[in-house]
């Protein structure tokens, strides 16, 4: 009997943070970028209010929360697509723009999934060197051929938790030529704050060549509901609206995620909350001369390159103290580990935990 045979795709799956290792009691999740704080509690109350009507379909066009979105930002609504998580952005531009033989462009330790995105759509992904697991402008550039169709940069970035000033963005986008298509991904744009970065958002509002992409995964605390959006040219939006799924955000999260956006006391909450303490577990993880990002986001991509003790083992002797961080395997990033940071409690048992392990 010849059975179905789906197509081979030459694509490694995503590999999430673990929730588990080792059935270890009570593990405390550090593996994910996920909110320290949770969401808003009007954003739970909002998805509590809709309960009753999980029967009906959502929106098709997330009508509701691109308003308030377009309110906030002072942007257009008609230029917001909202996707299943921003990932469903990542997807759908891949869709949007790809043909076999054409060439996408990442950096080195850029965010795996552009890079499983193009493939999945037959395409080719180009590496760009990054200097110091810090993307380059001119590594960039010189990937560039006729066949480059887009160009995937994260700001900061996830693993590494570097970034581009604005004049690097600016100059970039600049320099690479008008009919390729720059993304750029904002997922933990409210984290940072430095006299040289500007938001994607704020950075590229009136260009009509560049993909700005949100989640409502990391300070929103959403990231169960699956949200995120995408802001581009009207007509770049317009031909994603045409292969968009029919009701690709659900209800709960269109509840929510209006709710969150108009909740500015609690995002500032959470934004003074992962200032205070990324810098306290900078200045611990410092003292024990690990080489670290600068706090710009709301996790650490620790390198213990010069420590005789391996990533590995450590990973290992935190999972044991119920601890769990994410391995950088799939990034190819050798002796690292990556910390999200955690609540107040998890905090604490970490820079204990790290400490009686380096000591
Ligand atoms: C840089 C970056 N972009 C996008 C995402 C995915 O976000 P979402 O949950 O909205 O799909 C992540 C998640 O970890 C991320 O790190």
Known sequence: MTLPKPIKFRVERYIG??????????????SANESALGPSPKAIQAFENDKNK?????????????EVLAEKFNIDSKRIICGSGSDQIFDLTCRLFLEPEDEVIVTEFGFIMYGIYTLQHKAKVVLAKEKNF???????????????????IANPNNPTGTYLSKDEMLNLRKRL???????????????????????GLELFKDFTNVLVTRTFSKIYGLAGLRLGWGYSSKEII???????PPFNVNRAALAAGVEAIKDEGWINKAIEYNT??????FSVLKEYNIKVNEPTTNFFLINFGEK???SDKIFEKLASKRLILRKMTQYKIPNALRLTIGN?????????????ILK
Request: net charge positive; hydrophobic share 40%.
């Open 276 to 281: 205070l303490w990324s810098k306290k577990i």
């Open 344 to 356: 107040k409690k998890a905090n604490e048992h970490f820079i204990q935990s790290i400490g009686s």
């Open 17 to 30: 943070g673990l929730s588990q290792f080792k059935k270890v009691d009570n593990p405390i999740k550090l």
């Open 238 to 244: 317009d031909a994603m609206y045409q292969i968009k």
């Open 308 to 310: 005789k003790i391996s």
């Open 54 to 66: 999980i029967f009906k379909y959502p929106e098709s066009d997330s009508s509701s929360l691109r």
């Open 177 to 199: 030529k008008s009919n390729i298509l720059m993304v750029v991904d904002d997922a933990y744009f409210e984290f940072l704050y430095s006299d040289d970065f500007t938001s």
């Open 134 to 152: 810090k993307a380059s402008v001119d590594e960039i550039l010189k990937k560039v051929t006729n066949k480059t169709k887009i160009v995937f």
